[in-house]
C-alpha cells in the first residue's frame, strides 16, 4: 500500500469514529492546512491531525521531536498550534487512538 492510501485510510476512520459519536466532519478543500479534518463537537470546534500507520507490531509512533515525514519526504513537525487532537491508527491492529492537547 503506498503512503497515501494508507493515510486516506487514516483519515476515512477517523470520520468514521467521529460521525458516529454524531459529530459533524469537515474536510479540508485543498491540501494546505496542517490539520486533515475539522470536527464539529457542538461544544467547539477541532483541528484533528490524522497518522497512520500498518506497523504489524501494533504500535502507533509519533515522533514529538523529530518531526514526521511525509510521502515526499518532507518532515511535518506537529504543534499544538497547528492542532487540537491527533488521531493515531494503525491499519493492522484496528484500535484507535485520541490524543487531545490540554487546552
Not at 484533528?48 to 515526499?72: A, H, I, P
Not at 491527533?86 to 485520541?98: K, M, R
Amino acid at each position: 500500500m503506498n503512503p497515501r492510501s494508507q493515510g486516506a485510510l487514516g483519515i476515512g476512520r477517523a470520520i468514521a469514529r467521529d460521525s458516529a459519536k454524531g459529530y459533524a466532519v469537515f474536510v479540508p478543500v485543498a491540501d494546505v492546512s496542517r490539520y486533515d479534518l475539522i470536527v464539529d463537537t457542538g461544544e467547539r470546534l477541532l483541528r484533528v491531525e490524522v497518522k497512520t500507520t500498518t506497523q504489524l507490531n501494533g504500535e502507533v509512533s509519533l515522533r514529538t521531536m523529530g518531526g514526521n515525514t511525509s510521502w515526499n519526504g518532507i518532515v511535518k513537525r506537529i504543534s499544538g498550534d497547528d492542532c487540537d487532537v491527533v488521531f493515531a491508527v494503525n491499519l493492522n491492529t484496528g484500535p484507535n487512538a485520541s490524543l487531545q492537547r490540554a487546552s
